[in-house]
T-cell receptor, first 108, second 116 residues
Framework: GENVEQHPSTLSVQEGDSAVIKCTYS??????FPWYKQELGKGPQLIID?????GEKKDQRIAVTLNKTAKHFSLHITETQPEDSAVYFC???????FGAGTRLTVKP | NAGVTQTPKFQVLKTGQSMTLQCAQD?????MSWYRQDPGMGLRLIHY???????DQGEVPNGYNVSRSTTEDFPLRLLSAAPSQTSVYFC???????????????FGEGSRLTVL
């Protein structure tokens, strides 16, 4: 089955800096790579996703890049704000095998 | 629009007791699933369903049962609770299970279960 590894497990940045979270996957058949944001006490919410026929996708301050050859994909958040503080999860494949999560803290 | 509704939000059980976590969605989604979330381990799939009458095991199914008698409801049953089942449980739904163009999962707010 699919195995998804996510790094780092915690990330602390200053407001305005960029944050990058990386995930690797094992199943070359995986074709859908979403990122979820989980705020304290709530369920995860999709923030951006990418499909295997696309190398990069942007949505305002958030971008995701995919390298299918190397089997890794990354979440990039630019101009971070305190409200970006949350736990972020990557996932791969249709049955949604999730990474272990990254706790992002943005310091004002 | 309510989305995915989970009940109860909090529950304390004693070892050996049974209980059911309820999950309902009002989006007419075919796919529903249950995850457990433990510190440092992310979200792990327990059971899932691709439609009414169809269920299958996920990554960590032992100790849990599910059924899907209607499109809307997907209850998770713990037959004999164990301390290892202390966790936060999330129900999620998706429009379809295998359509390439749609994969977003919609999560409930979670149910925190403590087994003493």
């Amino acid at each position: 089955g699919e195995n998804v590894e996510q790094h780092p497990s915690t990330l602390s940045v200053q407001e305005g800096d960029s944050a990058v979270i990386k995930c690797t996957y094992s199943d070359s058949a995986s074709n859908y790579f979403p990122w979820y944001k989980q705020e304290l006490g709530k369920g995860p919410q999709l923030i951006i996703d990418i499909r295997s026929n696309v190398g990069e996708k942007k949505d305002q301050r958030i971008a995701v890049t995919l390298n299918k050859t190397a089997k890794h994909f990354s979440l990039h958040i630019t101009e971070t704000q305190p409200e970006d503080s949350a736990v972020y999860f990557c996932a791969a494949k249709g049955d949604m095998r999730f990474g272990a999560g990254t706790r992002l803290t943005v310091k004002p | 629009n309510a989305g995915v509704t989970q009940t109860p939000k909090f529950q304390v059980l004693k070892t050996g007791q049974s209980m059911t976590l309820q999950c309902a969605q009002d989006m007419n989604h075919e796919y529903m699933s249950w995850y457990r979330q433990d510190p440092g381990m992310g979200l792990r799939l327990i059971h899932y369903s691709v439609g009414a009458g169809i269920t299958d095991q996920g990554e960590v199914p032992n100790g849990y049962n599910v059924s899907r008698s209607t499109t809307e409801d997907f209850p998770l049953r713990l037959l004999s609770a164990a301390p290892s089942q202390t966790s936060v449980y999330f129900c999620a739904s998706s429009r379809t299970a295998h359509t390439p163009g749609t994969g977003e999962l919609f999560f409930g707010e979670g149910s925190r279960l403590t087994v003493l």
